[in-house]
Structure formats: C-alpha cells, structure tokens
C-alpha cells in the first residue's frame, strides 16, 4: 500500500458520459498530480494542485477538470468521454514540488464503451 | 515528440544477465528519477539523482546521471525474475520544474 488511495478501480462507462475519478494523497504530503496512461503514449501529466490550487497544466483537455479540496483529496472530473479516454488514470503525491520523487496511486481504468 | 526517449522500449533476457536501460534527451533537466511499474499498479520510485555525474547503487542496480544532466542509464547486474517490469525514468526540466515528465518506458522480462 502506498498511502495514495484512488478510487474506483475500474470504470465502464458509455460514450458521450461524464465520469469522477477520486484520489486521496499520502498523509503529509500537500501536492497531487493526475497523469493519464495509455499503451500508445505512455504516461502523460495532466495537471498538478498544490495545497488546493492550481500549480501545473499538461496537456489536459477541455473536457477534463480537477479540483483539490481542503481535506487535500482530488478530484479528476471527465465529460463528453470518447473512446479515446479509455485508458489508466493515476493520481501521485509528494511533499512541496516532488523533486525526490512521486508517491503513486494504483490508478482507475477507465474503459469507454 | 518524446522529451525523454528511452532505449530499448523491450528487453528479454536470461536470469544471470546484464543489462542497461538508456533514457535519452536533447534537454537539460534538474534532476531525474527511475521508476518501476508492475502490471495493475502504479510506479514505484527507485532513485532520484541530481547532480550532473551521479552515481547511485541499489542492491544489483546502478544509476548514472549524465555530465550535462541530459541523459542516464540504469544497469542491472546478474537479473532476477523478481526484476520484470516496466522501467520509466522522468525528470523536471530545466524550463518547467513544475512537470514531471516520463519517458515511454522499457518493458523487462527476466526468463528463468
């Protein structure tokens, strides 16, 4: 185990749905990042929050949103699914800006029917 | 285009064996970091180096960051089933210390 919980594990869901992905960080650590992984292209970085705000965007879509709330847990919010966003969706924590390294989740996998 | 290329992306060698990983980049990065991933989980972090010229040794694993801190390698002595995985290193570039990025990873099988 971890210490960075996400949930669900797995997710079926149909096209066109809107889906919540939940990560609750290692205890103490403050900063959460969502990174998507698919097998063509690897492990790609979403966006970071620091202490509830926003600190670093990838190449997140428009469809897509998080948030992180004060009892530091993340949300990753995903809309309009497509087939395409099928893929493992995983949640990381670190300490202040993570330069000794991430602290990942399990992931959710996210399948679009 | 991959910041971080890593070479080779497959790699199936005999219990007993030697091996390097190769993480290769045009960027100058702050520092790098090697993680292994195991089917259904998450990476998991090995090491993190800093300093232009690193070595770092874990058991039968030897980490190096390049001079110019825009590549590094990872070397297994004498590889057991137990090291089968997904290998990724990641590293904050220079210009961007905020995103951590990955490399496209190297898939190791350890035959018996």
């Known amino acids: 185990d971890s210490g960075v919980t996400q949930t669900p594990k797995h997710l079926i869901t149909a096209t066109g749905q809107r889906v919540t992905l939940r990560c609750s960080p290692r205890s103490g650590d403050l900063s959460v990042y969502w990174y998507q992984q698919s097998l063509d292209q690897g492990l790609q970085f979403l966006i970071q929050y620091y202490n509830g705000e926003e600190r670093a965007k990838g190449n997140i879509l428009e469809r897509f949103s998080a948030q992180q709330f004060p009892d530091l847990h993340s949300e990753l919010n995903l809309s309009s699914l497509e087939l395409g966003d099928s893929a493992l969706y995983f949640c990381?924590?670190?300490?202040?800006?993570?330069?000794?390294?991430?602290?990942f989740g399990s992931g959710t996998r996210l399948t679009v029917v | 285009t991959q910041l971080l290329e890593q070479s080779p992306q497959f790699l199936s060698i005999q219990e007993g064996e030697n091996l390097t990983v190769y993480c290769n980049s045009s960027s100058v990065f702050s520092s790098l970091q090697w993680y292994r991933q195991e089917p259904g989980e998450g990476p998991v972090l090995l090491v993190t180096?800093?300093?232009?010229?690193e070595v770092k040794k874990l058991k039968r694993l030897t980490f190096q960051f390049g001079d110019a801190r825009k590549d590094s390698s990872l070397h297994i002595t004498a590889a057991q089933p137990g090291d089968t995985g997904l290998y990724l290193c990641a590293g904050f570039p220079m210009d961007s210390s905020y995103k951590l990025i990955f490399g496209s990873g190297t898939r190791l099988l350890v035959r018996p």
């Open positions: 990381a924590s670190s300490g202040a800006q993570g330069l000794h390294g991430y602290t």
């Open positions: 180096v800093v300093t232009g010229g």
